[in-house]
């Protein structure tokens, strides 16, 4: 299982085998996987081999260690790292993934969007985003009528990149705000719990290679179920 004598580092082919082990089932969601230990012996490999290959699937979400008890396995979760969209980030993780329109229709711009969207009307579009058969993120989508024509409530149950493209749009980039939202009633029913998890709201203006906002979407999303990853990097020359 782990040629020592290979380029790939030990700690790597480590935790990819032990992945490996998690997909076919020998590790199931919630189970402990061997100690440290026994994951020492069964693959003679140091303690600090292993240590550094679990502390790396930790990070990524994939194991979770629980002091006293042991390492245990992630129920996974959707990982948002780059510019895609939701359901083109479930397909890549091959998980399921159902669309259901709770609201659709042709409304009057809001007063708050006006300096965004100089138009008459927009689409309001709320929908929920089920993974697995779980509800995972509530989204509302904000789209002006001038920009799509004709557009009905079973298109919008697809990818709204893949919408937009059909109407000569193509998202290049997203400005977002991140916040942790407090779950309540009304959002324990909206995602059909019994118990309170951790939430949050992303609101993410969404552009083309213009700079034209082409929509605007108010999401909250189970953070027990997704992760966002931001990449952050300093431009020089560039002051904002």
């Known amino acids: 299982m ?3 004598r290979s380029p790939i580092p030990v700690y790597y082919q480590l935790k990819e085998d032990i992945k490996r082990k998690i997909s076919e089932g020998v590790w199931k969601v919630g189970q402990c996987i061997d100690s440290e230990r026994e994951l020492s012996e069964g693959y003679q490999v140091s303690r600090m081999t292993i240590r ?3 502390g790396e699937l930790v990070h990524e979400g994939i194991l979770v260690k629980e002091k006293g008890k042991g ?3 992630c129920e996974p979760k959707v990982k948002q790292t780059d510019m895609m969209s939701f359901s083109d980030i479930v397909d890549k993780l091959g998980m399921k993934l159902e669309t259901k329109i709770l609201s659709f229709e042709r409304v009057i711009t809001p007063e ?3 300096d965004i969207f100089p138009f008459e009307h927009v689409y309001k ?3 929920m985003r089920i993974v697995e058969n779980e509800r995972v993120a509530n989204e509302i989508v ?3 009528c001038d920009y799509c024509g004709y557009i009905d409530e079973e298109m919008v149950k697809d990818s709204l990149f893949k919408v937009l493209s059909k109407f000569g749009y193509e998202i290049k980039y997203a400005e977002s705000s991140i916040q942790s939202v407090i779950m309540d009633e009304e959002y324990m029913k909206l995602f059909n719990l019994d118990k309170e998890v951790p939430l949050l709201k992303c609101v993410n203006k969404s552009k083309d290679v213009n700079d034209k906002v082409i929509y605007l979407e108010e999401a909250i999303y189970r953070s027990d179920k997704y992760i966002l990853e ?3 990097s300093r431009r020089e020359g560039i002051i904002r």
């Open 230 to 232: 931001v990449n952050i």
């Open 125 to 127: 579009i709320n929908r």
């Open 52 to 54: 550094q290959a679990l």
């Open 71 to 73: 390492t245990f396995v």
């Open 2 to 4: 782990i040629d020592k």
């Open 142 to 144: 904000y789209i002006p």
């Open 112 to 114: 708050e969007m006006e």
